[in-house]
């Protein structure tokens, strides 16, 4: 059982940038791809970042360019770097091991956090 732990929102003006922090608890983290989410009001839960246990990475078209996932297997951490945000980009962000199913990604249900809100200004 993993426990995750967001931190790093605020508000920030369009154009800037935040890092996002997700602090994993359990040895199993280094076995798990795990992934960046957010959610707006109204909308459903999107899978904006993932990467896998060797790395590689995959990122949402929205966010491409723009944001840049990485981990960090000896602190069991998982970062978000958001670069150029934008309004749109206003969310709540959440970290969960995520694994293949049907070819996609697919959230941990029972891993989700609190989350952290991510508010861009115009």
């Known amino acids: 059982q993993l426990q995750l732990v967001e931190s790093g929102g605020g508000l920030v003006q369009a154009g800037g940038s935040l890092r996002l922090s997700c602090a994993a608890s359990g040895s199993t983290f280094r076995v798990n791809a795990m992934g960046w989410y957010r959610q707006a009001p109204g909308n459903q839960r999107e899978l904006v970042a993932a990467?896998?246990?060797?790395?590689?990475?995959d990122y949402a078209d929205s966010v491409k360019g723009r944001f840049a996932i990485s981990r960090d297997n000896a602190k069991n951490t998982v970062s978000l770097q958001m670069n150029s945000l934008k309004p749109e980009d206003t969310a709540v962000y959440y970290c969960?091991?995520?694994?293949?199913?049907?070819?996609?990604?697919?959230?941990?249900?029972?891993?989700w956090g609190q989350g952290t809100q991510v508010t861009v200004s115009t």
């Open positions: 990467i896998s246990i060797g790395g590689s990475t």
């Open positions: 969960n091991v995520i694994f293949k199913h049907g070819g996609r990604w697919s959230p941990r249900q029972d891993y």
